[in-house]
């Protein structure tokens, strides 16, 4: 088969809109491997034109290889956006609590506030987003096509309502502080209530980092402790936001006061109820993906 003709069969699938890998090792199938959307050369019978021409060379010239790659790519793809769908969630919920304290005209958050809760939750939890392992059946899921980007397949809209529902219990904790108070006095209670809206914002950044091990499966079948790494990483930074308030001294350091049972209750069912209300969501999303397959 001449060149010009596999070059012609490569182009008439992609004008179908299909997503066309072309495999080769000689000089003549440079421009069909070009051409294609992932060229693929052969490495130890292949020629440097051929393999300069490929987006993938196969080291071993096992076509076998080629469906470990994929797989491989598709993985490190999800991890990335789940690390994206993390730390843009966290930080909208951050902006959101942040500006309604200050419209409200509450007491709002101190840098130092701010700055640890970056600190402990933006940094272990997401790096261990990145080494999770690949979720099941992410070999039966249809190519993503050549316009796909890293906010594609809902991960724009999962980010917005994931922030505002993080934002949006945080300042619900800090109501309840001011509005059911366990102690006397306006800067008693005020204090309180700013302690329980840091904590509560940054456990619940702990606690969704769950929910953004998949974007649509459910936590409950993905094994959500399956990563060692995962798991140490939320372990670590769950007693660093909480060092803040049980640790004698820490207190004046990060301006926060002591709570009780009642306040810590509060806190954890409102941080850990973020899993339950993305579960419901997620249950709706993957009816409707359904659908329109």
């Known amino acids: 088969m001449a060149p010009e003709h596999k070059v012609r069969i490569v182009k008439a699938w992609q004008n ?6 072309m495999t080769g090792d000689g000089v003549n199938d440079a421009p069909a491997l070009k051409t294609a959307d992932i060229g693929i050369a052969m490495g ?15 080291a071993d010239d096992n076509f076998a290889t080629i469906v470990h790659a994929v797989d491989e790519g598709r993985k490190v793809f999800s991890n990335i956006q789940k690390a994206i769908q993390y730390l843009l969630s966290a930080n909208l919920g951050e902006v959101l ?7 409200l005209g509450w007491s709002i958050l101190a840098p130092v506030h701010i700055l640890w809760i970056n600190l402990v939750t933006d940094t272990l939890p997401a790096i261990a987003l990145g080494v999770e392992p690949g979720e099941p059946g992410i070999m039966k899921q249809k190519p993503r096509g050549r316009s796909t980007n890293f906010m594609s397949g809902g991960l724009g809209s999962s980010i917005i309502y994931q922030g505002l529902l993080e934002g949006g219990l945080t300042l619900f904790v800090y109501w309840i502080g001011l509005t059911f108070p366990m102690h006397t006095g306006s800067a008693a209670i005020h204090a309180d209530a700013l ?3 840091f904590v ?34 939320i372990l670590i930074s769950a007693v660093m936001m909480a060092g803040t308030i049980l640790i004698p001294g820490l207190n004046d350091v990060f301006h926060v006061t002591s709570l009780d049972w009642h306040q810590w209750l509060t806190v954890l069912v409102a941080s ?3 899993i339950p209300i993305v579960e419901v969501v997620k249950f709706f999303q993957r009816r409707r993906l359904a659908k329109q397959q």
């Open 200 to 233: 509560t914002l940054g456990m619940i950044q702990l606690f969704h980092a769950f929910n953004s091990k998949s974007i649509y499966q459910s936590l409950f079948t993905i094994k959500p402790f399956s990563n060692k790494a995962f798991n140490i990483s």
């Open 272 to 274: 850990f109820s973020i």
């Open 97 to 103: 609590a942040l500006f309604m304290m200050t419209v």
């Open 16 to 21: 179908e809109n299909k997503v066309v890998a």
């Open 195 to 197: 302690t329980m809206a």
């Open 44 to 58: 130890i019978t292949g020629t440097e034109v051929s393999k300069g021409a490929s987006d993938m060379v196969l």
